[in-house]
C-alpha cells in the first residue's frame, strides 16, 4: 500500500478498524489506492452512518419514547 494512504488510514480510526475487519479492503488498496473513497462509503454503511440508516434509528428512538409516554401514562390513570 502506498505511504500516504497507509498514514491516511491511521489517522482515521473507524477506517482502520473496517481493514481489519475486512482484510479484502487492504489488497484492493494495494492494488488501486483510489479506491479509498469507495472504502470509506462502505466503511459508513458497515457502521450505520449514512442518513438512511441515521433517519431509521431516530425514527425508532422516538417510537420508543412514545411507547414509554403511553405507558407512563397508562399508570396513572
Known sequence: ??????RYIQQRTD???FIRLN???YRYLSR???RVREM???AKQFYGK???QRL???QQNIH???LLMQMAGSWND
Do not use: G
Not at 1 to 6: A, C, G, L, N, S
Open 15 to 17: 477506517l482502520w478498524r
Open 23 to 25: 482484510p479484502d479492503w
Open 64 to 66: 420508543m419514547v412514545r
Open 32 to 34: 488501486n489506492p483510489e
Open 56 to 58: 431509521a434509528r431516530t
Open 40 to 42: 470509506e462509503k462502505e
Open 1 to 6: 500500500m502506498e505511504p500516504e494512504t497507509y
Open 50 to 52: 449514512t442518513i438512511p
